[in-house]
């Protein structure tokens, strides 16, 4: 009788541990569980949905393939036109003038930072050059003496 006792009390004690450290704890931690599954839910509900209106405003960029407007976003100079034979900076800062002549009348004065686009090197001492200037473009002659050649 003493063995059975025995052995009923170590029953009622493994029974007890079980619950006192394995059952317990976790039906304690159930509420817990409970809040941080929804609390994970919601989270990722909300990634998806500011992933997703991310998505939509990309795709309702227009895409302006153009090499213009692709030089000025990436900071490279703008394609040159079919009438221009190459650009060059000035030497010194000078003036495009109206006719091929000193006397003539002044157009536009730039400096050594302006870009020139020159279009026709058959004159001796002017060549016919375009400078652009803010949003508007002036065309007209630049001596030659101050291109570099």
């Given amino acids: 009788m003493a063995s059975r006792n025995n052995k009923k ?3 009622f004690v493994i029974a007890l541990y ?3 450290y394995i059952l317990l704890p976790i ?3 159930k509420p817990l569980l ?3 599954k929804t609390t994970l839910s919601i989270s ?3 990634i998806f949905a500011s992933l997703a ?3 939509s405003e990309r ?3 227009e895409v302006d393939g153009s090499e213009a407007t692709m030089a000025s976003e990436t900071g490279a100079p703008a394609p040159l036109g079919p009438d221009v034979m190459f650009a060059t900076k000035p030497l010194i800062g000078g003036e495009v003038y109206k006719t091929a002549s000193f006397q003539a009348t ?3 004065h730039f400096d050594t930072a302006q870009l020139i686009q020159v279009l026709d090197t058959s004159d001796v001492i002017f060549v016919k050059a375009r400078v652009q200037r803010d949003t508007a473009s002036y065309t007209g002659f630049v001596s030659k003496a101050i291109l570099p050649e």
């Fill in 27 to 29: 039906l304690e931690l």
């Fill in 59 to 61: 795709s309702g960029i």
């Fill in 9 to 11: 009390l170590n029953h």
């Fill in 44 to 46: 990722l509900l909300a």
């Fill in 34 to 36: 409970y809040t941080m």
């Fill in 106 to 108: 002044s157009l536009v």
């Fill in 53 to 55: 209106a991310c998505n």
């Fill in 18 to 20: 079980f619950r006192n």
